[in-house]
């Protein structure tokens, strides 16, 4: 049986701005929210769209010269783009100039107006064009409002006025009555803060002779809808207002996801219009904040501070994106974007905790299991991760209810932090040498994987493409949270890919290496795995390892340093950096030719005791084979000093 169905929205955006990661912020939370609860089990539907009327929009395509349609179509086909590489789910993507909105618009309205609440008045006031409503005077500071670049205009004219204040004492006392309703708590104190004091009636029309761009009133073709009145039945006409068993199906069970800056709208505006229309309201406003710029204010185009979501994605990749604007702060707080947090968070949580433990388990059941997964036979510290991943998808489910986004992804990382402690405890490379151990190494492997899966099920929501590709490297297809988050599904014998791709790589700044530590060493740190436990060479990309400058123990043991005694010296002909040295390692003489005649004299080097890498291959320099390297050290003022020992070290001592 379906659970309770479940329609999601976000704000339809004005097309007088490309898309850029503000909106993004919005859409992918909505996104998340809605696979979340299409993967729950729940029927769900996810709109979102454009808001193409109003003097903002007709601004914006006359200053670019273009006919209104043409480039309202543009755009709007921007956020489509934006919206498909960034892996939304959308059900629907509603445009206002679409018919099937218009006539949808037209019938509210007239509802509204046949329930008397529509009356024809003068009205003088300044109107801002980029909130697309008039303000008060106690809402600006040096002369506008802080998100708006210009000024409101000073406007009187005569439009048509819906009775809002005549709700007014309503809406109180269902704000009262209803504290969950807006989220968070300080958006609903703020609105009834508002609502203590009149709020007047509010204009719903524009004269077309002054805005022809819009919807026209039903009893009055001379006016059209104010903008805002359009936009708001957006949430209905999109599900077939009033036939479709869509409306039927998801109106009410709403959730609509706004951000701050339209609050007043969707708290005041849009439940009053709905009550007097005769429709129910929504269950909840979710009230997001802001994401601001490098320079510290709200993300827009106007203030030219905006993160190129096309640029990040194609950077990072989609789920990389995402997310990092899941995990970037408690939704309905304020906070700073930028690329270095992206890679910092991506590094830290994808490709040192998720990735590097993907590589690790799928290495050992690769070169020990012949590929496939083993039985569980649980002990107690397996006991303790199942009971861990037991209660985690009801964990994630009651923070996402509370929409503790950040949240519930933290939930699920710290399940795969478990797992990385769970397996370097039980240290499955040690078990692999033991031919006795084989039944342990099967469970120890057996809990990773499973592990795996389960946080792959439950980060599916926030990121579809590599939890899929996780899956897949896991043998196994995609899985529902509803059906796949309990532990033991995977069955035994299941075949991972022999060569899973690099799920996570490590992303380096500025092709820079970068040195965050793996996760299990932060945390704690990480038993030395001897350097014969793990092969050489891995059977493919370990992100955590090899992806910058941190090496394995293996690849260190693999240079073979030693203590050589320089026997003779003598200067390259023709060369003023090259000496020729004559060393001794044990009983064995060799030639190295080394640039550090700048620094050191010849007759200087005979009697010391230098390191050398001993196992490098040859190297011909001016003519002369050079059988090793030796070390020296280089200070960012080009100082030089060669690393020596003290000269009763024996030539041929091993350097650990
Ligand atoms: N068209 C109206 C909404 C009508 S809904 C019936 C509108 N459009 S908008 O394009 O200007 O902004 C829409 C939403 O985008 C904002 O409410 C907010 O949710 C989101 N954001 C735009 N910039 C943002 C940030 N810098 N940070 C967070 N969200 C931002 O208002």
């Known amino acids: 049986m379906s659970k309770a169905p479940c329609y999601v929205t976000t704000p339809i955006y004005y097309v007088n701005d490309q898309p850029h990661v503000g909106h993004a912020y919005t859409t992918v939370t909505t996104d998340f929210l809605a696979r979340w609860h299409r993967s729950d089990g729940h029927d769900t539907w996810f709109l979102t769209g454009t808001d193409e009327h109003g003097e903002k929009v007709n601004n914006a395509a006359a200053g670019a010269g273009e006919d209104t349609q043409a480039f309202v179509d543009r755009v709007s086909g921007r956020f489509r783009d934006a919206w498909q590489a960034l892996d939304i789910s959308q059900d629907d993507f509603i445009r206002t100039t679409e018919e099937r909105h218009k006539r949808v618009v037209r019938a509210i309205l007239q509802r509204i107006y046949d329930a008397g609440d529509v009356y024809f008045g003068e009205y003088e006031g300044l109107y801002s064009v980029g909130q697309e409503r008039y303000v008060g005077e106690d809402e600006l500071v040096d002369g506008k409002l802080p998100e708006d670049r210009d000024p409101p205009v000073l406007r009187r004219e005569a439009n048509w006025f819906f009775r809002m204040e005549k709700y007014r004492e309503w809406l109180r006392e269902f704000l009262e009555a209803n504290p969950g309703w807006i989220h968070p708590a300080g958006y609903r104190s703020e609105m009834l803060g508002l609502l203590r004091e009149p709020v007047g009636d509010l204009s719903i029309s524009r004269p077309r002779d002054r805005l022809p761009w819009g919807i026209g009133l039903p009893w009055d073709d001379s006016h059209v809808a104010y903008v805002w009145c359009d936009a708001l039945i957006n949430y209905v006409s999109a599900l077939g207002y009033p036939d479709d068993p869509r409306y039927h199906t998801f109106w009410p069970r709403t959730w609509h996801l706004i951000g701050k800056d339209i609050l007043r709208q969707h708290a005041m505006f849009w439940p009053t219009m709905l009550r007097s229309a005769g429709l129910p309201l929504p269950q909840r406003i979710l009230v997001g904040g802001y994401l601001s710029g490098s320079d510290g204010r709200k993300m827009s185009k106007s203030l ?353």
């Open 304 to 656: 030219d501070n905006v993160l190129d979501p096309f640029e990040l994605a194609h950077r990072y990749g989609t789920d990389a994106v995402r997310y990092y604007l899941l995990r970037i702060f408690p939704y309905g707080n304020d906070g700073s974007a930028g690329e270095a947090g992206l890679v910092e968070r991506y590094n830290a949580d994808l490709a040192n905790d998720l990735g590097n433990l993907v590589s690790r388990s799928l290495t050992l059941v690769n070169r020990h299991l012949g590929g496939a997964i083993g039985a569980q036979r649980p002990g107690p510290a397996e006991r303790e991760v199942q009971q861990h991943a037991g209660g985690l998808a009801g964990a994630v489910r009651s923070s996402i209810a509370r929409m503790r986004l950040n949240g519930a992804l933290e939930e699920i990382m710290q399940f795969v932090r478990r797992l990385n402690r769970y397996f370097n405890d039980q240290q499955p490379w040690a078990l692999a040498k033991d031919p006795q151990a084989r039944e342990r190494l099967e469970t120890v492997l057996y809990t990773a994987v499973e592990g795996l899966r389960i946080a792959a099920v439950l980060l599916e929501p926030a990121m579809p493409v590599k939890t899929a590709a996780l899956l897949s490297a896991l043998g196994l297809q995609p899985q529902s949270v509803r059906d796949g988050a309990r532990w033991g599904l995977t069955p035994p014998g299941t075949r991972v890919a022999a060569n899973p791709p690099a799920l996570f790589p490590r992303i380096d700044v500025g092709g820079r290496p970068r040195n965050a530590k793996p996760a299990a060493q932060r945390s704690e740190p990480k038993p030395a795995e001897p350097p014969q436990s793990i092969p050489p060479k891995p059977m493919h990309e370990e992100p955590a390892v090899n992806d910058d400058n941190l090496i394995t123990f293996d690849e260190f043991g693999r240079v073979d340093l030693r203590v050589a005694e320089v026997l003779t010296a003598e200067r390259v002909p023709k060369t003023d950096r090259l000496l020729q040295l004559g060393i001794r390692i044990g009983d064995e003489e060799r030639t190295v030719v080394a640039g550090i005649a700048a620094w050191y004299e010849a007759e200087q080097m005979v009697g010391r005791k230098i390191i050398v890498v001993a196992n490098l291959k040859p190297a011909k320099l001016r003519g002369i084979v050079s059988q090793g390297m030796l070390l020296a050290a280089e200070d960012d003022d080009g100082n030089l000093a060669l690393l020596e020992v003290p000269r009763d070290t024996a030539s041929g001592a091993k350097v650990k």
